[in-house]
Nanobody
Framework: QLQASGGGLVQAGGSLRLSCAAS????????MGWFRQAPGKGREFVAA????????AYADSVEGRFTISRDNAKNTVYLQMNSLKPEDTAVYFC?????????????????WGQGTQVTVSS
């Protein structure tokens, strides 16, 4: 199971840090990702990290503002979001891919958390 937390309401230009804790089956051997879904839109890729944290990938829209990281000892993945914009408003989901190499498509991920709401006001 994946439990995402850390969402909230923030003004444009502010920061939030999302966490995704994995319980049960360990996620330390697997790639993990963050996705988001805004109202009326499909789920889109935000960031991904491979099993060791040595490789990361970002959507163009968040490159340079968001940072994904992981602590395998805590079975947790983080998404540090800086310089937030109103267009970042969405429900953010973490997901695990039962392979070590990261991918950026929704279809490549096997298990999903429940989502956490991020709202950025202008």
């Amino acid at each position: 199971q994946l439990q995402a937390s850390g969402g909230g309401l923030v003004q444009a230009g502010g920061s939030l840090r999302l966490s995704c804790a994995a319980s049960g089956r360990t996620a330390s051997s697997y790639a993990m990702g963050w996705f988001r879904q805004a109202p009326g839109k499909g789920r889109e890729f935000v960031a991904a990290i491979n099993w060791s944290g040595s490789y990361t990938a970002y959507a163009d829209s968040v490159e340079g503002r968001f940072t994904i990281s992981r602590d395998n000892a805590k079975n947790t993945v983080y998404l540090q979001m800086n310089s937030l914009k109103p267009e970042d408003t969405a429900v953010y989901f973490c997901a695990v891919r039962h392979k070590a190499i990261l991918r950026t498509s929704v279809e490549d991920y096997d298990d999903w958390g429940q989502g956490t709401q991020v709202t950025v006001s202008s």
